[in-house]
């Protein structure tokens, strides 16, 4: 199973990106889909999630300015963000948790590459 996360960039504070992910291989269904980011030294937190029944959860930080969306025909979640801060600036990472084997409920946890988000002020 990989994901491949794209459409990081260089952005003006105010403005607006659009990240995207795909799942790919061998897989029985996805329960949870997000994205997190990562600031230097620090630990990776979420930005925002999405599960399988629509349900989606927001960091504090973005709600009001982060749309999460999933695609489940093509096994993609997207990530718009709007209103862009220059605090937004991160490495943004897409996350999975996949149901690999049939018989089972068990979700294995994805991570895909890492984007750059930067955001000038």
């Known amino acids: 199973v990989q994901l491949q996360a794209s459409g990081g960039g260089l952005v003006q504070a105010g403005g607006s990106l659009r990240l995207s992910c795909e799942a790919s291989g061998s897989f029985v269904s996805i329960k949870r889909m997000g994205w997190y980011r990562q600031y230097p030294g620090k630990e990776r937190e979420l930005v925002a999630a999405?599960?399988?029944?629509?349900?989606?959860s927001y960091a504090d930080p973005v709600k009001g300015r982060f749309t999460i969306s999933r695609d489940g025909t093509v096994n993609m979640v997207f990530l718009r963000m709007d209103s862009l801060k220059f605090e937004d600036t991160a490495v943004y990472y897409c996350?999975?948790?996949?149901?690999?084997?049939?018989?089972?409920?068990?979700?294995?946890?994805?991570w895909g590459q890492g984007t750059q988000v930067t955001v000038s002020s």
């Open positions: 999405v599960t399988t029944d629509g349900p989606t």
């Open positions: 996350n999975a948790q996949i149901v690999r084997f049939r018989g089972t409920t068990y979700a294995y946890n994805y």
